[in-house]
């Protein structure tokens, strides 16, 4: 069965410090991958996706950056956070039998202070 | 371009009551339908989906929902809510047939549901 890891779960910045967030899914090969931001009070804004290694498509522009080093490993980066940063960040994958499907990640809680 | 409206920010509902939560769409086709739960720090479960078909959908834990497209609406439903069922609901649409392949969803707000006993 296929499973999606995330880490860390919990997460407090400074302001200006740089991010790294890791997503990987096992079970499944070539895997569509997501990043969502869940601010408190609203609901999900897709972030980024990616339909294979190397290729990544952003949805909204910001200071977060996405990338896909290996076919089930999904990474969002800052260089600088921002106050507006802070939010739980969602992976999720879709692929395999149920392509039109997604599934979530545990997520990480990001506060920026 | 597509759009979900889940029109309850909160709802209250006894142990053992019934439940209805309620999720509009707006998309130009046939959409692909998904209801997911969250509980608080946790990551979105899916309940059910609907991509064609029977219009009364099954999910796990005992919900349901039924598509009706005159109303474009996806309600969720279930006959008798547990204490444990207590958490945020989330309806989305996904656009069917598209290059993509599977796609971009589209999410509502979430509906929050607590359970007194």
């Known amino acids: 069965s296929q499973t999606i890891h995330q880490w860390p779960a919990t997460l407090v910045q400074p302001v200006g410090s740089p991010l790294s967030l890791e997503c990987t899914v096992e079970?499944?090969?070539?895997?569509?991958l997501y990043w969502y931001r869940q601010a408190a009070g609203r609901g999900l804004q897709l972030l980024f996706y990616?339909?294979?290694?190397?290729?990544i498509s952003s949805e909204v522009p910001q200071n977060l950056s996405a990338s896909r080093p290996q076919d089930r490993q999904f990474i969002l980066s800052s260089k600088k956070l921002l106050l507006s940063d802070s939010g739980f960040y969602l992976c999720?994958?879709?692929?395999?039998?149920?392509?039109?499907?997604?599934?979530f990640g545990p997520g990480t809680r990001l506060t920026v202070l | 371009a597509q759009s979900v409206t889940q029109p309850d920010i909160h709802i209250t509902v006894s142990e053992g009551a019934s439940l209805e939560l309620r999720c509009n769409y707006s998309?130009?086709?046939?959409?692909?339908l998904f209801w997911y739960v969250q509980s608080p720090g946790q990551g979105l479960q899916l309940l059910l989906k609907?991509?064609?078909?029977?219009?009364l959908v099954q999910g796990i834990k005992g919900f349901e929902a039924e598509f009706k497209r005159s109303q474009s609406s996806f309600n969720l439903r279930k006959p008798s809510v547990h204490w444990s069922d207590a958490a945020e609901y989330f309806c989305?649409?996904?656009?069917?047939?598209?290059?993509?392949?599977?796609?971009?969803?589209?999410f509502g707000t979430g509906t929050r549901l607590t359970i007194i006993p």
């Open positions: 609907y991509f064609s078909g029977d219009t």
């Open positions: 079970g499944t090969s070539n895997p569509n």
């Open positions: 989305a649409v996904g656009a069917s047939g598209s290059n993509f392949g599977n796609e971009k969803l589209t």
């Open positions: 999720a994958w879709s692929g395999g039998l149920n392509t039109d499907t997604q599934y």
């Open positions: 998309y130009g086709a046939t959409p692909y």
């Open positions: 990616s339909v294979g290694i190397g290729q």
